[in-house]
């Protein structure tokens, strides 16, 4: 953890969870605010200075999906680390891509849940100080595609591309580092900030919806690459102007 006491927010209107959840942050000498409807929890974030949002999607007043939704069109960017006590794949999905950064499903154990939150700062750690390094905070392109990591923005030609947060960073894993073989585990460690037996799946489920995002046919890629039986890498052949055409699907 960093010297630096980090501030987070906790929306939840069952008072245990949050009472739960707040007294194992605080012992990781964390600043912790509570909100217990999501009106109230709009208000604190629209304030800004946090450094983590956990946000439970059934809340009375605005919804959590509305008031992830609102803090990701806001120029400001801050980690949202999604609680719901549901469990379907849909509910999941439509949180990750309101631009959740990442998602427990009740029941959690407070263990896993710390083990999350220790992993998304050490994202911000790893890139935080790094926002000021030219070669960090430079543009990146490869054919046509363009990424703005100061902006976290993606553009093709001239579309903008809409992509969640943790699309957003292992697209940019990838294209800092063309070329590179990646296994589903190397990422879960890289991106995710964690690696558990059985989580790979989640790998494979952001690539598909990253394809379908920033491909033009996603079943025959040319931006991320399928290396069989190894992971998945970023087209080394792709010049910076205009885009080339690779094989590799998967």
């Given at each position: 953890m ?24 605080r ?6 605010q ?15 200075g ?6 439970d ?7 959590g ?14 980690p ?28 959690f ?24 390094d ?41 294209a ?23 989580y ?6 952001h ?12 079943s ?31």
């Amino acid at each position: 953890m960093p010297d630096v006491s980090r501030k987070i927010l906790i929306v939840e209107d069952n008072k245990d969870i949050a009472d739960l959840v707040s007294l194992h942050l605080r012992d990781l000498d964390c600043e912790v605010q509570l909100a217990a409807d999501g009106n109230t929890g709009y208000e604190y974030a629209s304030a800004g200075g946090w450094d983590l949002i956990i946000l439970d999607l059934m809340l009375p007043g605005m919804e959590g999906l509305e008031l992830c939704r609102r803090l990701r069109a806001r120029e400001h960017y801050t980690p949202i680390l999604m609680l719901t006590a549901k469990s379907s794949e849909v509910d999941r999905v439509v949180g990750l891509e309101m631009g959740a950064d990442d998602y427990l499903t009740k029941p959690f154990s407070i263990r896993e849940l710390i083990a999350r939150v220790k992993a998304i700062f050490r994202r911000l750690e790893a890139l935080g100080p790094k926002q000021a390094d030219s070669e960090t905070a430079a543009r990146v392109t490869a054919g046509a595609m363009s990424i703005d990591p100061e902006k976290r923005s993606v553009a093709i030609g001239s579309e903008e591309v809409e992509l969640t947060a943790r699309e957003f960073d292992l697209l940019l894993q990838f294209a800092r580092n063309p070329g590179r073989v990646y296994s589903r585990q190397q990422l879960l460690d890289l991106v995710w900030g964690y690696g558990h037996d059985g989580y790979e799946h989640t790998v494979n489920s952001h690539i598909n919806r990253l394809r379908a995002k920033i491909e033009q046919d996603p079943s025959n890629p040319e931006y991320v690459l399928t290396v069989w039986g190894v992971g998945y890498k970023f087209n080394d052949r792709l010049d910076a102007g205009a885009a080339g055409r690779a094989t590799g699907t998967g």
